[in-house]
């Protein structure tokens, strides 16, 4: 009798996997903000990523694993702007340079929370926040919830360095993140169109103007 021999399961970073689970994340994306997760199903999925059932499950369990991989990717690249954050503020701000400095970071702040794959991510949390209460609360902890923190610390340095007056650094922290990305933000998420990238850094560099004359020392 001829031995059985067994094929090795592909790598993770196997070019062909990365495709596939490239692929089906897209179409559950998109299939998730089309019908919701109660309205989209894994043979859905499989069929928009043109895959086969079989290579779907290979890569996700099940729908609930696929929903979480989709939080998690964009919860990476929120994690990832916020120890950008505590470098940035770690850097010596100067009297002289302090209001560019935050009309560069009020911009990049507002591009990097106005993108597809975070609006579209954030229609899909409203959505479904009842069946993923807990999910929901953790993105708004590890991503908007770390941002304002990682900005309230920026801000209370500056305060004591009497470069701005912050009372309230967490309260500073808020407004300044609301100020520069929160219209925008706002008409993409409900409306579901991305305003033009010069539009975006119009509003923000607006909103560090009126942060910096609210607190500016």
Sequence with gaps: MSAIVKR????????RVVRSRAAVLDAARTLFLRHGYAGTTMDDIAAA??????????????????????????????EEFVHGLHEEFA?????????????????????????PEVIALRR??????????TLA?????????QVIDALAAGFAGLGRRRLLRVPDPHRAAAQFAYLVAGE??????????????????????????????????
């Design 8 to 15: 090795a399961a592909p790598r993770a970073d196997d070019p």
């Design 49 to 78: 990523a043109g895959l086969t059932k079989r290579t779907l499950y290979n890569n996700y369990g099940d729908k609930e694993a696929l929903f979480t991989e989709i939080v998690s990717h964009v919860l990476a690249y929120a």
């Design 91 to 115: 850097v010596e701000i100067t009297k002289t340079n302090l209001r560019q400095t935050l009309h560069d970071l009020g911009a990049r702040l507002a591009l990097g929370i106005i993108r």
């Design 124 to 133: 899909l949390l409203i959505g479904e926040a009842r069946l993923f209460p």
């Design 137 to 145: 609360a953790d993105y708004f902890d590890r991503a908007p919830g």
């Design 184 to 217: 925008p933000l706002d008409r993409a998420v409900l409306v579901g169109s991305l305003p033009a990238k010069a539009q975006v850094i119009a509003c923000a560099h607006d909103g560090v103007e009126t942060f910096l004359a609210c607190y500016l020392a």
